[in-house]
Structure formats: structure tokens, C-alpha cells
């Protein structure tokens, strides 16, 4: 598969015994299929599959208009619920797209965040 952001090649990561996620060779951007990043996201140390350098994924990350590596559609600049300066890449259909540092930040809920959620208070 080829990286939706710097058209590098992708290569895939084994978490556990049966979820393969793909992890761009340049900018080590993230690839997870639908469903993958939340089940990811609760187990214990899936941080490790995110690799790259945080500061390369911030660059990464103010590319706009990003193509689907599954159906080439155009994808949709999501932010997280939770944590409004996380932004990823998703289609629908196939999955979304961490930039380098994207997932454990997505991961692990900061202290600023917990802060403004106690601040703004809890919506239902
Ligand atoms: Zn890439
Ligand atoms: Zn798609």
C-alpha cells in the first residue's frame, strides 16, 4: 500500500496475534482499517507501533487534502471528540490515518485534556 501523504511505500505491523496495521517507511504515518484504532487504542503498550518523530508528523499533519489508500476518495479531516488537537484523516468506508506521534497522543488522554473536560463539564 502506498502512504496517503507522502506516496511512500507502506509496511506492516504486527500488533498481537492477528492485527496488522501499515506504517508508511518515510513519514511513519499510520494506517489502521475501520475499527482498528479504537480496539488499538485500549491495548496495553500499541504505542509501540508509533514509532516516528512526533516533529516529522506535525509536518506531516498540515497536509490537506488526503486520498483514501483504499478507494483513492477523498478523505475526511476528522477531529478527535476527546482531544480537539488531534487530527486525523478517515474514510468512512476503510479506516483512518495517524500522522507520527498521532496515536499515542490519541492513546493517552493528557492532563489538559482531562483539565478542559473538567472545565467545560461533562455533556451527557
Ligand atoms: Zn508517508
Ligand atoms: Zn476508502
Not at 14 to 35: L, Q
Not at 100 to 107: L, M, P, Q, R
Request: a negative charge; aromatic letters at 12%.
Amino acid at each position: 500500500m502506498e502512504c496517503p501523504k507522502c506516496h511512500s511505500t507502506m509496511e506492516e505491523v504486527t500488533y498481537g496475534r492477528n492485527m496488522v496495521i501499515d506504517r508508511c517507511t518515510n513519514c511513519k504515518g499510520i494506517w489502521f482499517d475501520a475499527g482498528e484504532a479504537e480496539t488499538l487504542k485500549g491495548k496495553w503498550m500499541s504505542e509501540f507501533i508509533d514509532s516516528g518523530d512526533p516533529e516529522v508528523g506535525r509536518k506531516y499533519n498540515k497536509i490537506e487534502d488526503v486520498d483514501c489508500p483504499r478507494c483513492g476518495k477523498r478523505m475526511l479531516k476528522v477531529s478527535d471528540p476527546k482531544q480537539s488537537h488531534i487530527w486525523y484523516e478517515a474514510c468512512e468506508e476503510h479506516g483512518m490515518y495517524f500522522d507520527a506521534g498521532e496515536f499515542t497522543d490519541y492513546k493517552y488522554e493528557t492532563l489538559m485534556d482531562k483539565f478542559r473536560d473538567f472545565l467545560i463539564g461533562h455533556r451527557g
